[in-house]
């Protein structure tokens, strides 16, 4: 079992940058692929990162390639989502999630474990 508890999230003007954390507790985090999602109102969850369990894999969704950066601290079980040049249609709650297995995988169903979700918002 992981448990996963999100922060970091707030208010942002355009252009501007945030850092979200999420803390997971349980074993075994460093055999979990980590992943962050977004979802914003009337909209379908997104993926935007995932970081494999070593950390030497990343894979971002095409629209925040250059601009976001997801990191792992195995020795801390955290993983971070670094957020620069933010957009305001990038307002939204983002979810860290956790799978058991090896694979960069972007689609919500395949992970295991949510957190309870941290609010971006974006203003213009």
């Known amino acids: 079992q992981v448990q996963l508890v999100e922060s970091g999230g707030g208010l942002v003007q355009a252009g501007g940058s945030l850092r979200l954390s999420c803390a997971a507790s349980g074993r075994s985090f460093s055999m979990h692929t980590m992943g962050w999602f977004r979802q914003a109102p009337g909209k379908e969850r997104e993926f935007v990162a995932a970081?494999?369990?070593?950390?030497?894999?990343?894979l971002y969704v095409e629209s925040v390639k250059g601009r976001f950066t997801i990191s792992r601290d195995n020795a801390k079980n955290t993983v971070n989502l670094q957020m620069n040049s933010l957009k305001p249609e990038e307002t939204a709650v983002y979810y860290c999630?956790?799978?058991?297995?090896?694979?960069?995988?972007?689609?919500?169903?395949?992970?295991?474990?949510w957190g309870q979700g941290t609010q971006v918002t974006v203003s213009s």
């Open positions: 999630a956790a799978q058991t297995g090896d694979h960069l995988l972007s689609r919500p169903s395949e992970y295991n474990y």
């Open positions: 970081i494999s369990g070593t950390g030497t894999r990343t």
